[in-house]
C-alpha cells in the first residue's frame, strides 16, 4: 500500500502499472482474465477491475474445442502421423486448444494463448492442427 506522498499501483489492460498520488483514485484490472485490482495513495480510493469472461471462455458464435475430444486416431487424425519433429508439434497446440476449451480464432493467432509465440514453438504444425480441428468441429 502507498504511504502519503508516495504513489500505489493497479494492473494495467496493457500488463504494465499505473501510478497514482496520494489522495487520488485508481482503477485497474485485466480485462477478460478475471483479475483485477488496484491500490491508491493514502486518502484515496481503488477499484477493482472487472472480467467479462473468468478464465477463458469459450468462442461466441462457434465450436468450441470439445469437439476435439478423441480426435487421436480419428478419421481425421492427419497429426499422428507426423514424422518430422517439428510437424509432430500439432498434438502440442490440438492439446491446448482443448485443454482451454478454445478455438484457432480464439485463441491460435501467434500471440494468443494457444499460439505459437506463447507456446515457442514455429508455424509448421498449426496448419495441421487446423487441419485436424476443421474436420472434427465442422
Not at 36 to 65: F, I, L, M, P, V
Request: net charge negative; with cysteine; aromatic share 4%.
Amino acid at each position: 500500500m502507498a504511504q502519503a506522498g508516495q504513489s500505489g499501483s493497479g494492473n494495467s489492460a496493457f500488463g504494465g502499472t499505473s501510478s497514482v498520488p496520494a489522495g487520488g483514485s485508481a482503477s485497474g484490472g485485466t480485462a477478460g482474465s478475471g483479475n483485477g485490482g488496484a491500490s491508491a495513495g493514502a486518502g484515496g480510493s481503488a477499484k477493482g477491475g472487472s472480467s467479462a469472461a473468468g478464465n477463458g471462455g469459450g468462442s461466441a458464435g462457434g465450436a468450441t474445442s470439445g469437439c476435439l475430444i478423441g480426435w487421436q486416431m480419428s478419421n481425421c487424425d492427419t497429426c499422428s502421423t507426423q514424422t518430422q519433429p517439428d510437424h509432430q508439434a500439432c498434438s502440442v497446440v490440438l492439446k491446448c486448444y482443448e485443454d482451454n476449451s478454445c478455438t484457432p480464432t480464439t485463441c491460435g493467432q501467434p500471440d494468443q494463448k494457444c499460439g505459437q509465440n506463447t507456446l515457442g514453438m514455429g508455424t509448421a504444425p498449426f496448419p495441421i492442427a487446423l487441419d485436424v480441428y476443421n474436420c472434427r468441429c465442422p
